[in-house]
């Protein structure tokens, strides 16, 4: 039997590695923010080289603090910011908790805070981080910034959007998954797999994900059934995943909904 002291040595282990795995994507998000943010600073040759009073970057989130993948993002990018010379005084984080808060009503109250927030400076350059956080800027966000100003989006499932106003530049970061070389190693690891099971939620980046599941397998000879979570709750999908067939192979995807909207 484990002794505790035995088990509590594993549980460390485990906490190192999972806190490892997030300080490598925080890595990983600097790398890339700082190479799209030196393109979209590069049309900013003031706000780049030395930061003018009152000039500013506008970051928009649309979900709560707390979360690892949006924190991780954020904190890249403010880390490539301030390496790019930006004062910390003049970077505005907005979390806007959108996903939980989507009545218009607050929508609409929160856009007017903010135009009041931010009345004082000139934002030269915004970062919509996600979806909700573009879909917020295009459709509530009139009067945020000039409408000159650059708006450089990442974590976006359809950068197309209809604006309000004048429409923003879009300097989309496109962020795919390595959903081929995930399979082939998956497959190749166990060769008897016949069901696929991919846990990616229901909002709306599940369907891009799973339509590049479909191509990925589509060369494949002898390729798996593909089965996902979409019509399953929170609760029914770990209960679907406990009771998968020993010949299935789990795919996880982004999980930020299910099917009621929870």
């Known amino acids: 039997k484990e002794s505790p002291a035995s088990h509590r040595q594993d549980q460390l282990r485990a906490a190192r590695g999972r806190w490892g795995r997030l300080d490598r994507f925080g890595f990983f998000c600097t790398r890339i923010f700082a190479a799209a943010l030196a393109l979209a600073l590069f049309t900013q040759p003031a706000l780049a080289a030395e930061p003018r009073h009152g000039k500013s970057v506008l970051i928009l989130s649309g979900v709560q603090y707390g979360l690892p993948v949006a924190d991780a ?9 301030k390496n790019k010379g930006i ?24 856009a ?43 974590l976006i499932a359809a950068p197309i959007v209809g604006w309000r106003g004048p429409q923003h ?39 891009g994900f799973i339509a590049q599941v479909s191509t990925a397998l589509a060369s494949r000879t002898g390729k798996p059934e593909i089965e996902t979570d979409a019509a399953l709750s929170y609760e029914e999908m770990l209960q679907r995943v406990a009771s998968l067939p020993p010949d299935t192979l789990v795919l996880l995807g982004i999980y930020f909904n299910d099917r009621t909207g929870r």
């Open 73 to 81: 993002v954020i904190g890249g990018a403010v880390t490539t910011l």
């Open 87 to 110: 004062s910390s005084d003049d970077i505005y984080v907005e979390y806007l908790d959108l996903v939980r808060n989507a009545d218009p009503r607050r929508r609409a109250a929160l």
């Open 112 to 154: 007017n805070l903010l135009r009041d927030k931010l009345a004082s400076t000139e934002v030269s350059l915004v970062i919509a981080q996600n979806q909700a956080a573009l879909d917020f800027l295009a459709q509530e966000g009139l009067g945020f910034a000039p409408p000159d100003t650059p708006v450089l989006a990442t």
């Open 169 to 207: 530049p879009v300097l989309n970061i496109v962020n795919r998954w390595d959903i081929d070389g995930t399979l082939r190693l998956g497959l190749d690891a166990f060769p008897r797999t016949r069901r696929l099971f991919v846990v990616a939620g229901a909002d709306a980046l599940q369907s």
